[in-house]
């Protein structure tokens, strides 16, 4: 069965730091690109960064440079390093992983995890 399994979210205040987690399985991983996509409350899903099955990465404009994507394909496991948090942030984070390398089309999805940003 393909999976990803979604970890790390809580509950942190402003100016802390999370790294998310997720963890995939049944299919090999370091073939395709994986991306992480966020719900604010209240709003629609909102792309936020990606990777490619070698490094390559991307990020949506509003990451300002606080967000950090990576891999570890030996581990199965895409991160995604949130610095210096802001309210803005809150939302439940998804990963999905790619039909391929750059495809831009996702055929599986984690469950989420949720970050809340609150003082």
């Known amino acids: 069965e393909v999976q990803l399994v979604e970890s790390g979210g809580g509950l942190v205040q402003p100016g802390g730091s999370l790294k998310l987690s997720c963890a995939g399985s049944?299919?090999?991983?370091?073939?395709?690109?994986m991306t992480w996509v966020r719900q604010a409350p209240g709003k629609g899903p909102e792309w936020v960064s990606a990777?490619?099955?070698?490094?390559?990465?991307t990020y949506a404009d509003f990451v300002k440079g606080r967000f950090t994507i990576s891999r570890d394909n030996a581990k199965n496991t895409v991160y995604l390093q949130i610095n210096n948090l802001e309210l803005n942030v809150t939302g439940v984070y998804y990963c999905?992983?790619?039909?391929?390398?750059?495809?831009?089309?996702?055929?599986?999805w984690g469950q989420g995890t949720q970050v809340t940003v609150s003082s």
């Open positions: 999905a992983k790619d039909v391929g390398n750059w495809r831009w089309s996702y055929d599986v």
């Open positions: 049944g299919f090999t991983f370091s073939w395709y690109s």
């Open positions: 990777i490619s099955g070698g490094g390559t990465t």
